[in-house]
Nanobody, 115 residues
Framework: QVRLVESGGGLVQAGGSLRLSCAAS????????MGWYRQAPGKQRELVAT???????TYATSVKARFTISRDNAKNTVYLQMNSLKPEDTAVYYC?????????WGQGTQVTVSS
């Protein structure tokens, strides 16, 4: 089993920054992908960014150049540095770990950006 614990959410003014962290524990395989998704009220969950264990990254177009995903494989931890935050970034952010054949989710952390 795998457990994901997120931290770092909160309330920030537009233009500010936040850093999310997600620590994975349990049966972690060396080859996997970790990422962040978000879900705003009344909307579907959407991909924000992902990073493989080899370091390859993908970003949603809406966050490119503002958010940076990184990971520490030794700590099984993934980070999301969010800069130039906008009110439309307000959502619950969920950590995700995918390792064949399973996918795991964290409990979510609230990010609120005030205008």
């Amino acid at each position: 089993q795998v457990r994901l614990v997120e931290s770092g959410g909160g309330l920030v003014q537009a233009g500010g920054s936040l850093r999310l962290s997600c620590a994975a524990s349990g049966s972690i395989r060396s080859i996997n992908a970790m990422g962040w998704y978000r879900q705003a009220p009344g909307k579907q969950r959407e991909l924000v960014a992902t990073i493989t264990s080899a370091g390859s990254t993908t970003y949603a177009t809406s966050v490119k150049a503002r958010f940076t995903i990184s990971r520490d494989n030794a700590k099984n931890t993934v980070y999301l540095q969010m800069n130039s935050l906008k009110p439309e970034d307000t959502a619950v952010y969920y950590c995700n770990l995918s390792q064949f054949p399973s996918t795991y989710w964290g409990q979510g952390t609230q990010v609120t950006v005030s205008s």
